[in-house]
């Protein structure tokens, strides 16, 4: 049971560089989340997916964007890598409800 | 601003002591979660609560729900090395069943 598999572990990009980060789960889950976490300010959303097709904008989606073309994979996409994008991505996904989430183990991106 | 507060924000104690840490909020939730997040991993679910005053227990961990849903506790008692990790209270915002999450408190248990 392999949950929510996110790859790479680690990047280093250069500044304005591209960078895919992927994300799938196999426990049939319709809804995914992208979050970033950053030193001593928790877990900030940067984009999430209620189904297949279907994506909104959480509370930092400026620089990133993603696609929910299956139920298993959100990919997470920067575009213009910058500074500011220096950060640990975590991709998450849940049933619904009162169900928690299922968190990927993270990708550390260094943008230098 | 946090939604969450998450206090302290940082805690060195002792094997076998105890402790509290505490999520606030002047917001009202129909539920709330905690997480325990170790380096290099993502957070797990640790527990829901879901009703005003409810008292959860895992093993050495009680999680309770304040009774007007605006703040929770988490008490961990006779305190062990694996207890050391980063703790997050969550909790629902409106439609996408979307979490937001505190700042979290880091515990570090010493042997």
């Known amino acids: 049971n392999a949950g929510v598999t996110q790859t790479p572990k680690f990047r280093i990009l250069k500044i304005g560089q591209s960078m895919t980060l992927q994300c799938t789960q196999d426990?049939?889950?319709?809804?995914m989340y992208w979050y970033r976490q950053d030193p001593g300010m928790g877990l900030k959303l940067i984009y999430y997916s209620v189904g297949a097709g279907i994506t909104d904008k959480g509370e930092v989606p400026n620089g990133y964007n993603v696609s929910r073309s299956t139920t298993e994979d959100f990919p997470l996409r920067l575009e213009l890598a910058a500074p500011s994008q220096t950060s640990v991505y975590f991709c998450a996904s849940s049933y619904g409800g009162l169900d928690g989430y299922t968190f990927g183990s993270g990708t550390r991106l260094t943008v230098v | 601003t946090q939604l969450l507060e998450q206090s302290p924000q940082f805690l060195s104690i002792q094997e076998g002591e105890n402790l509290t840490v505490y999520c606030n909020s002047s917001?009202?939730?129909?539920?709330l979660q905690w997480y325990r997040q170790e380096p290099g991993e993502g957070p797990v679910l640790l527990v829901t609560?879901?009703?005003?005053?409810e008292v959860k227990k895992l093993k050495r961990l009680t999680f309770q729900f304040g009774d007007a849903r605006k703040d929770s506790s988490l008490h961990i008692t006779a305190a062990q090395p694996g207890d050391t990790g980063l703790y997050l209270c969550?909790?629902?915002?409106?439609?996408?069943?979307?979490?937001?999450f505190g700042a979290g408190t880091i515990l570090r248990v010493k042997s």
């Open positions: 426990m049939n889950h319709n809804y």
């Open positions: 917001s009202v939730f129909s539920s």
């Open positions: 969550a909790a629902p915002m409106e439609y996408g069943n979307k979490l937001v």
């Open positions: 609560v879901v009703t005003g005053g």
